[in-house]
């Protein structure tokens, strides 16, 4: 499967780098107009199984869409533009979709996966991502767990190793860097337990409050 990396510049470089070793991957550049609406766009792209797009204008966007091939779009215009974009092609990453190629894809990246070693008195021996980020945060951070102690400190200093590693503007539209730390955190734990539910249940209370927070910030409540 060959992926498609469509970018006006300013991100996507690091998930390019990440993603074209575990799949043929090219870099496509397009222009960011600087005007708000833009009629008759051209947008020649290179044939490609999936586009992922970077792109921080939404006709640019919607002129990848237009390509009927499937999109994971890496910036977000919001629902309206969602159900807009799904209206011209239904090949668009979203909730409760099933499209063969943007599903191999999330077979390597998405929601973090771990295969974790861990000792009884929860020293991390070796943490191997099944799973994680396409900007390569995921494998950065978790290749310093190894040899640290799982505790409360411990995670929250993941958390931010998390951010940090990640490139995604502080209040921009890529994604959420705090619920992306708190989610790793989570699956972290959740791998630790599943081979030591003994040293998994040492940071229960401090995984129930990270629940709740991320339920609080995914559903605004």
Same mark, same amino acid.
């Given at each position: 499967? !060959?992926? /498609?990396?469509?970018?006006? /510049? !300013?991100?996507? @470089?690091?998930?390019?780098? $990440?993603?074209?070793?575990?799949?043929?991957?090219?870099?496509?550049?397009?222009?960011? +107009? =600087?005007?708000?609406?833009? @009629? @008759?766009?051209?947008?020649?792209?290179?044939?490609?199984?999936?586009?992922?797009?970077?792109? #921080?204008?939404?006709?640019?966007?919607?002129?990848?869409?237009?390509?009927?091939?499937?999109?994971?779009? /890496?910036?977000?215009?919001? +629902?309206?533009?969602? #159900?807009?974009?799904?209206?011209?092609?239904?090949?668009?990453?979203?909730?409760?979709?099933?499209?063969?190629?943007?599903?191999?894809?999330? !077979?390597?990246?998405? !929601?973090?996966?771990?295969? $974790?070693?861990?000792?009884? @008195? /929860?020293?991390?021996?070796?943490? #191997?991502?099944?799973?994680?980020?396409?900007?390569?945060?995921?494998?950065?951070?978790?290749?310093?767990? *190894?040899?640290?102690?799982?505790?409360?400190? =411990?995670?929250? *200093?993941?958390?931010?190793?998390?951010?940090?590693?990640?490139?995604?503007?502080?209040?921009?539209?890529?994604?959420?860097?705090?619920?992306?730390?708190?989610?790793?955190?989570?699956?972290?734990?959740?791998?630790?337990?599943?081979?030591?539910?003994?040293?998994?249940?040492?940071?229960?209370?401090?995984?129930?409050?990270?629940?709740?927070?991320?339920?609080?910030?995914?559903?605004?409540?």
């Amino acid at each position: 499967m !060959k992926i /498609g990396i469509v970018s006006d /510049g !300013k991100f996507g @470089d690091r998930a390019f780098e $990440v993603i074209r070793e575990r799949f043929p991957t090219e870099w496509i550049m397009a222009l960011f +107009p =600087q005007s708000i609406m833009v @009629d @008759d766009l051209e947008l020649t792209l290179p044939e490609c199984d999936l586009y992922i797009s970077y792109v #921080r204008h939404p006709d640019v966007a919607l002129a990848i869409i237009e390509k009927k091939k499937p999109v994971i779009l /890496g910036v977000s215009f919001g +629902p309206g533009f969602l #159900r807009q974009a799904k209206a011209i092609n239904e090949d668009i990453i979203a909730p409760l979709t099933w499209v063969p190629a943007i599903n191999e894809f999330a !077979k390597v990246f998405g !929601k973090p996966s771990f295969e $974790v070693k861990v000792q009884e @008195d /929860g020293t991390i021996e070796n943490v #191997r991502v099944i799973r994680g980020s396409p900007c390569g945060s995921t494998v950065a951070a978790s290749a310093e767990l *190894h040899g640290t102690r799982l505790s409360p400190e =411990q995670l929250q *200093h993941y958390g931010l190793r998390i951010c940090h590693f990640c490139r995604a503007p502080r209040f921009g539209k890529t994604c959420n860097k705090e619920i992306a730390g708190l989610l790793h955190a989570r699956e972290l734990v959740h791998a630790i337990s599943t081979v030591s539910p003994a040293v998994g249940a040492r940071v229960k209370s401090f995984t129930d409050e990270m629940e709740r927070i991320i339920d609080q910030k995914i559903t605004g409540g």
